[in-house]
């Protein structure tokens, strides 16, 4: 049932990595309109639960419309903020986006971190 290629998937994602073998499989053996995302952070707290759900990238990168609907889909229902966070490689460096007002602040480490315990 190969009704979507893993050769139909834009080249910047292949190169980038973002075929791993479960995405290829899921591309290659479902029907169309089957999507998935790879959310990659729920942020969660034994005493609150759910805080919020983060999707990470590196810094030159940016979620699509797609993407960006379907996490903030998903963060509405559950009642818990969205964010989009791109990083350097160094992890010195983290641009932080609400996805619901997209607001964006460049953040330290210790600026990221502070805004990760204080969600």
């Given at each position: 049932m190969t009704n979507k290629p893993i050769d139909s998937v834009p080249s910047q994602y292949r190169q980038r990595g973002y075929?791993?073998?479960y995405s290829r499989w899921h591309w290659e053996n479902l029907p169309p309109y089957c999507y998935m995302i790879d959310l990659d952070c729920v942020e969660w707290r034994p005493s609150k639960g759910i805080e919020a759900l983060i999707e990470t990238r590196a810094t030159d990168t940016?979620?699509?419309?797609f993407q960006h609907g379907i996490i903030?889909?998903?963060?509405?229902?559950?009642?818990?903020p969205a964010y989009f966070v791109r990083h350097n490689p160094e992890l010195t460096q983290f641009k932080v986006m609400n996805l619901a007002t997209?607001?964006?602040?460049?953040?330290?480490?210790?600026?990221?971190?502070?805004f990760l315990k204080y969600l």
């Amino acid at each position: 049932m190969t009704n979507k290629p893993i050769d139909s998937v834009p080249s910047q994602y292949r190169q980038r990595g973002y075929a791993k073998p479960y995405s290829r499989w899921h591309w290659e053996n479902l029907p169309p309109y089957c999507y998935m995302i790879d959310l990659d952070c729920v942020e969660w707290r034994p005493s609150k639960g759910i805080e919020a759900l983060i999707e990470t990238r590196a810094t030159d990168t940016f979620l699509n419309k797609f993407q960006h609907g379907i996490i903030t889909s998903i963060a509405q229902a559950m009642n818990v903020p969205a964010y989009f966070v791109r990083h350097n490689p160094e992890l010195t460096q983290f641009k932080v986006m609400n996805l619901a007002t997209e607001q964006e602040k460049i953040m330290t480490a210790e600026d990221y971190k502070n805004f990760l315990k204080y969600l």
